[in-house]
């Protein structure tokens, strides 16, 4: 059933996976993904629905991201917004680059207090070194929950850093640390 929506964006029900076959770097980065475990995505809950470099969709459980008047967390917003951004510009970058995030900011429209929220981050610029994302958070009853936009820097991987995520991307593993700030 499509529920009809405030911001003509795509129920979870409606949304559907591309029928392009991914490429090798796509399906690490889906893979590394879906396979979050013990990180901050997936303690969360955050599940990618859809994943392409113009657009991406997850979802993320209001329960346990909540603050305590029992309200999603603000801070939990921008982490799902941060995190579909990131996938996309990832599938932007493409294999030899990784993507960081350099700037967000959101805006909270309307409190979501249980269900899921679903995110839609549409790409709004793909250069060379710098994509920018919208990312609209919408409740189970398609209303605007938040609105946030997302920077981030695209970089050449260095070579030699095997100890990252962005290696273990590029060569199929998922690496198991983010590059430390002395490496951005």
Known sequence: ???????????????????????????????????????????????IVEASAQRAVATMPVAGNTQPY???????????????GSVASALHAGPDRITVGIEINATHHR??????????????????TLTTYEIVITDDRGRRVCTARLSCLLRDLVPGLGT???????TGGAGASQPSSGDV
Do not use: W, Y
């Not at 409190?111 to 060379?128: E, W």
């Open 1 to 47: 059933m499509n529920q009809e929506r405030d911001d003509g964006a795509a129920s979870p029900a409606d949304l559907k996976q591309p029928s392009v076959a991914a490429t090798d770097h796509e399906q690490r980065i889906r893979a590394a993904f879906d396979q979050a475990g013990d990180t901050l995505i997936g303690r969360m809950g955050i599940k």
């Open 111 to 128: 409190a979501a207090s249980a269900g899921l929220v679903t995110a839609v981050a549409t790409m709004a610029h793909g250069g060379s």
């Open 70 to 84: 029992g309200l999603l967390h603000g801070g939990a917003s921008c982490v799902l917004a941060e995190t579909l």
């Open 164 to 170: 990252g995520a962005a290696e273990g991307l590029r």
